[in-house]
């Protein structure tokens, strides 16, 4: 037999359908996974890696980043993908629009496309691929041309952006859009990407499983009257006041209206972003029932289940939707442990203090919103959830499985034969300090400062090359642009 490239001897393998590890070796050949064995032959073998009877756990695909929102894109892909490899991320997937922030321009994707590739090629050491929002009904007649072109075959709606800003209020969404004067972004626009999409996956029915919309459920309305409310009464301050001026029945009005629409347009595959509170499950739940040939997924991040509004380090955790009170926390956690949770994401935003706090810095509603993550989604969801009652191996399907099958990464998501050789090794029983200097992110604060964690990513391989050593970045960025579906 042909000698493998690398061998991982002295690991246990984390699998998404098992709930304890095995003690198998990881034998890699031209950069898939060759062999899953007990004793590997290493003879010839290029590079032996004795893992210590650590953890392998597949290679995270962090299904929620957004590169170049506030930063240069091509210098997030290469810094944030750096504190991507450090939390065991070798797959990220990026959201991104048109509009102000990430390139700063409108027009066509055909156009902005091109930039994006250019911006991020040879840059990332993690593989990558974009989720894309179609903000004009140009952009909706251009959703074919994505799939075909470009491998996008995940969609985005923002359903308060036609109403309410980024980071609060706002009187003039439209140029924080860069749509036309005429066009209007609302449930009417929904509608029609909603029909788009649906159109796609009919025009391209081999892909029509991997072609879905996420939504970002929140309703500006609620918003825009609870933030006057909040500000006017004075009585809150910082993260509360910013969770009680976007409260959770806002995301539940949202999750309810998205869902009709999806019903009314025949969409099946719709993606409920970041759910952060007990109502926004629950709608989304009573959703599911309501309309059952909808194949609603439900997302939640890593913050919303470690963070809550006290617990948080500072306005760094401004983040849409908010944190919440811990009994919105320990929801979450019910919910990811009776299975109705179907991934969990960083949404990383890297956004460095001098773009973060605005003046004066103690105001929430100045502060802009979104922090980094992305290091510690992996960690934190080991530490964290296995002490609650999640195996290694719901871990790994939250975290690498469901969202590959999702998202058409038919190549990533599992340690299996045939696949790319993407995982890391955790050592789940290291215990050690969040501190924000240590990340390596540019970001120089995080929410998440003095949380003891219990587990820890020691060494990331991105198909079979080590790309992480000892807690240390190492080679050149190797991370490719994924065209989906990528196919085994």
Excluded at 84 to 108: D, E, K
Excluded at 239 to 268: D, F, K, M, N, Q
Excluded at 339 to 361: L, M, N, Q, Y
Aim: net charge negative; glycine share 10%.
């Amino acid at each position: 037999m042909e000698p493998f490239d690398l061998v991982v001897t002295n690991v246990r393998v984390v699998r998404h359908d098992q709930a304890e590890p095995a003690a198998l070796d990881i034998g890699v050949r031209d950069g898939r996974i060759a062999a899953l064995a007990p004793h590997l032959d290493v003879t010839g073998a290029k590079s032996v890696v004795d893992a210590g009877g650590k953890l392998a756990f597949p290679g995270v695909v962090d299904a929620h980043q957004h590169w170049g929102i506030y930063h240069p894109l091509a210098e997030d892909a290469a810094t944030e993908s750096r504190a991507c490899a450090q939390g065991g991320v070798t797959s990220a997937l990026n959201y991104i629009r048109t509009g102000q922030y990430y390139l700063n321009r409108g027009g066509p994707y055909r156009e902005f496309f091109p930039e994006v590739h250019r911006a991020t090629d040879q840059k990332s050491y993690v593989d990558f691929a974009f989720h894309v929002a179609p903000m004009t009904t140009e952009h909706i007649d251009e959703i074919p041309e994505l799939i075909r072109d470009h491998g996008v075959t995940s969609f985005k709606i923002f359903m308060f952006y036609g109403g309410h800003g980024l980071h609060g209020r706002s009187a003039d969404q439209s140029s924080f859009l860069m749509i036309p004067p005429d066009a209007r972004y609302d449930y009417a626009h929904f509608e029609f990407v909603m029909r788009g999409v649906q159109a796609a996956r009919e025009q391209f029915p081999e892909l029509a499983d991997e072609i879905s919309l996420s939504l970002h459920c929140e309703t500006a309305e609620i918003m825009r009257a609870y933030t006057r409310l909040v500000e006017e009464d004075g009585s809150l301050k910082g993260l509360a006041a910013y969770s009680a001026s976007r409260p959770p029945h806002s995301e539940g009005l949202a999750v309810t209206i998205a869902a009709y629409l999806a019903h009314e347009t025949g969409l099946p595959t719709i993606n409920l972003l970041h759910l952060t509170s007990a109502k926004a499950v629950d709608a989304a739940l009573r959703m599911a029932q309501a309309f059952p040939h909808v194949d609603f997924r439900r997302e939640v991040t890593i913050g919303h289940l470690l963070a809550d509004i006290d617990t948080a380090y500072g306005l760094g955790g401004k983040v849409n939707p908010p944190l919440r009170p811990r009994e919105d926390v320990e929801a979450l956690w019910g919910h990811m442990l009776d299975g109705t949770i179907d991934w969990v994401v960083s949404d990383h935003a890297c956004c460095r203090a001098e773009v973060k706090f605005g003046e004066p810095k103690d105001d929430i509603f100045v502060a802009k919103s979104g922090f980094g993550g992305a290091e510690y989604l992996l960690p934190g969801l080991i530490s964290e959830g296995v002490k609650r009652g999640l195996s290694y191996g719901r871990v790994a399907e939250l975290t690498s499985w469901a969202p590959a099958r999702r998202f058409g990464l038919a190549t990533k998501g599992a340690i299996a034969e045939g696949l790319d050789a993407d995982f890391c090794l955790v050592d789940p029983n290291h215990t050690w300090t969040v501190r924000a200097e240590e990340s390596l992110s540019t970001q120089e604060y995080t929410p998440f400062e003095g949380m003891e964690l219990t587990a820890k990513v020691t060494d990331t391989f991105l198909r079979g090359e080590q790309i992480l050593r000892a807690g240390t970045v190492v080679g050149q960025p190797r991370g490719r642009h994924l065209a989906r579906p990528t196919r085994p």
